[in-house]
């Protein structure tokens, strides 16, 4: 009996038979024909008397990132800053200089405290001084587009020293520029005055005089024994319209030389009267003198960590001393000291500037 077979038949038995070989004896079939049997499967049609198909590879697209050219860094002939006024924003601060230095990569507020106060300093740019709309103009060509400088305002007794490190951007053209202003404007203080710490007639007690003229108050020890008390009325604020003092405290210290035996002074006291809280502490005052440890003044404007009095800031306190007469002597100068800058004699982040003047209140024994 004869057998027809289909050639359709033939085929897809060739195909079991193969696929079975590369089953059960995949090394022997890879060998001999060097496929394997995933790639076997995936070249050939799935059922029989189709036609053999192959899987076409995958196309992979490379999408190109579409970027702005950007210049190397280089040097700009002109750099333009304003140094405005803070309690008159729209007004520069004129006659005060601006100086750029280098900074590390690395920084902290001290670091660049000692960069811009250090005396071998090396200035990369400066303008001696802003012109009339606070403008500091640098023309040296030494200030490279992004890197960042320290730009120091050095204020002296004008105004406040700032601190303040800028970049300015690499532009994002093909065309290199000559020249470039901040956007970034520096504020600062005017630098004020304190008001008069003893008006012209003063409010005392057990005091022998107190002088508004000289800002002293005597208080004689002849006579006098045992525990004997003492008040004067004193007034803490800013003087000037439109200026500010920074970081003002209060300071309690003996005039150098003059200190006072101890124990002559039991307690001092200050509680307000009239006007704005400075937040002095209610307690006891006499330790804060052998250290003369600064007592911080609250301002009614608190920028950047740090309390500013204004002409808005104004109060009387009493001030309220214990003595012990038995051990007080003649010749002895205590002073309540109100200055500004964090501490008496204070110091300024870049030029070392004391800023405003103290104003000081003399309480001095006598016989």
């Not at 709309?133 to 020293?161: C, E, H, K, M, W």
């Not at 202003?181 to 007690?205: A, M, N, Q």
Request: hydrophobic letters at 35%; aromatic letters at 8%.
């Amino acid at each position: 009996m004869a057998v027809e077979l289909d050639l359709g038949k033939i085929v897809a038995i060739a195909i079991v038979a193969l696929v079975g070989w590369a089953l059960i004896a995949p090394q022997s079939f890879e060998q001999t024909f060097g496929a394997t049997v995933s790639q076997l499967v995936g070249q050939t049609g799935t059922s029989a008397g189709t036609t053999t198909t192959q899987t076409a590879p995958t196309t992979q697209t490379s999408t190109a990132q579409q970027t702005t050219p950007t210049l190397p860094k280089y040097q700009l002939s002109t750099v333009n800053l304003y140094v405005m006024d803070k309690l008159n924003p729209k007004a520069g601060i004129p006659n005060i200089e601006v100086e750029v230095l280098e900074v590390p990569e690395v920084y902290t507020e001290s670091d660049l405290e000692k960069i811009a106060s250090d005396p071998m300093r090396v200035v990369v740019d400066e303008d001696t001084q802003t012109d009339s709309n606070g403008l500091a103009q640098f023309t040296a060509g030494r200030i490279f587009v992004g890197q960042p400088y320290l730009y120091s305002v050095r204020g002296q007794t004008t105004a406040y020293d700032v601190l303040k490190v800028m970049t300015i951007p690499v532009p994002s053209t093909e065309f290199k520029i000559d020249s470039y202003t901040f956007p970034e404007k520096i504020y600062t203080y005017y630098v004020g005055s304190f008001s008069d710490i003893l008006p012209s007639s003063p409010t005392y007690s057990g005091f022998d005089s107190c002088d508004g003229s000289t800002n002293t108050c005597d208080f004689n020890v002849t006579g006098k024994s045992g525990i004997q008390y003492a008040t004067v009325d004193i007034n803490i604020g800013c003087a000037d319209a439109g200026k500010a003092l920074k970081k003002p405290v209060l300071v309690l210290r003996y005039a150098d030389g003059y200190e006072m035996p101890e124990g002559s002074i039991i307690s001092i006291y200050m509680t307000k009267k009239t006007g704005t809280d400075f937040g002095i502490p209610g307690t006891n005052l006499a330790d804060y003198i052998s250290t003369e440890t600064p007592i911080e003044l609250r301002g009614s404007i608190y920028d950047n960590g740090v309390y500013y009095m204004t002409v808005a800031d104004s109060g009387t306190y009493t001030v309220k001393i214990t003595f012990d007469a038995d051990v007080l002597t003649s010749g002895k100068k205590l002073e309540l000291v109100l200055d500004d800058l964090g501490d008496y004699r204070g110091k300024d982040v870049a030029t070392r500037s004391t800023g405003a003047s103290p104003a000081k209140l003399t309480i001095q024994t006598i016989s």
